[in-house]
Nanobody, 116 residues
């Protein structure tokens, strides 16, 4: 049974930092690209960052470049999103996604609220 379980969300002040984790099971984690997406209230889900299976390549949305870092630990079947210099507009539900050609899996999401 495939599972992606996000954790680490919460309430943080603007300018603060937080790290999200996504623990995967039920599939061969290391051969899947892993991504973080987010969805704010009333908005479409948008891609935040992606990392390839071996972790050698990463891509970021322009709005998080220089602030967020995606990484993975294939030994622990876990992908991370380190978020620094958080802004109010980063408030959203954050989802992790495992993807490869013709197949993808999603987690249930974790809420990040950036507010003073």
């Amino acid at each position: 049974q495939v599972q992606l379980v996000e954790s680490g969300g919460g309430l943080v002040q603007p300018g603060g930092s937080l790290r999200l984790s996504c623990a995967a099971s039920g599939f061969t984690f290391s051969i899947y690209a892993m991504s973080w997406y987010r969805q704010a209230p009333g908005k479409q889900r948008e891609a935040v960052a992606t990392i390839t299976g071996a972790g050698g390549n990463t891509n970021y949305a322009d709005f998080v470049k220089g602030r967020f870092t995606i990484s993975r630990d294939n030994a622990k079947n876990t992908v991370y999103l380190q978020m620094n210099a958080l802004k109010v507009e980063d408030t959203a539900v954050y989802y992790c996604k495992a993807g490869r050609t013709g197949r993808s899996y999603w987690g249930q999401g974790t809420q990040l609220t950036v507010s003073s």
